[in-house]
């Protein structure tokens, strides 16, 4: 069974989000599912290449009210 | 090649431990290994309680500089230098002490941070990883 793993970086500056994502990752099971908030703009952009580098599958990236939304699949 | 960034870190400059600290943190997020080299004023910052006493690089005035940025650093809600090192140590990073320094800087290995040390080492150490690294800085 799939873990749903929530990482709330909103507030947060460089590079806490992407070392949050990648703190998530390590300690999440093949399947899990983790999903990053944060409002910090350029880490919307390197916690996909992160992803990517990592050759994990990036779910969705969506832009909510305040604050942007990554899933990603372990 | 391997997917490795090794840093120098012969400063002991306070923005730029900064700056090592976020790239070695950056790099272990993208999923690289990495190796910091900790020599002369560098190794002084890993006295115990010494991390974060080092002055700015430039505009220092003194310690009011300094002042100025960490209440500018605060504002901006960046993550303290001892929590970037805990986050390092934590994402794998290995933090080398280099030998030589210790001798000539007069350093106590009691004074150093064991528990953060990967391993005392000399040049052959660094070489060996450096020549693997498709990224090396020198900070």
């Known amino acids: 069974m799939a873990n749903q793993i929530k990482v709330d970086c909103v507030g947060e500056n460089c590079p806490v989000p992407l070392v949050e994502t990648r703190k998530a990752i390590r300690k999440a099971e093949e399947g899990d599912i983790i999903t990053v908030t944060g409002d910090h703009s350029a880490s919307k952009k390197e916690i996909p290449m992160a992803v990517d580098s990592m050759g994990l599958e990036l779910l969705s990236v969506e832009d909510k009210n305040d604050h942007w939304e990554i899933k990603i699949k372990v | ?139």
């Open chain 2, 1 to 139: 090649m391997e997917d490795k960034a090794t840093l120098i870190i012969e400063s002991g400059d306070y923005d730029k431990l900064y700056s090592a600290f976020i790239i070695g943190n950056g790099a272990l997020s993208m999923g690289m290994d990495v190796s910091m080299y900790f020599t002369f004023w560098g190794l002084e910052r890993l006295k115990k309680g010494q991390l974060d006493k080092g002055p700015l690089s430039k505009m220092n005035f003194l310690g009011l500089g300094k002042l100025y940025m960490k209440w500018k650093m605060k504002k901006a809600n960046v993550r303290p230098l001892e929590d970037m090192l805990q986050d390092y140590v934590e994402l794998g990073g290995k933090i080398f002490a280099c030998d030589m320094t210790i001798d000539i800087m007069g350093i106590n290995k009691e004074e150093l941070r064991d528990e953060v040390i990967t391993e005392y080492c000399a040049v052959g150490t660094y070489i060996k990883e450096a020549r693997d690294s498709e990224i090396t800085l020198y900070i």
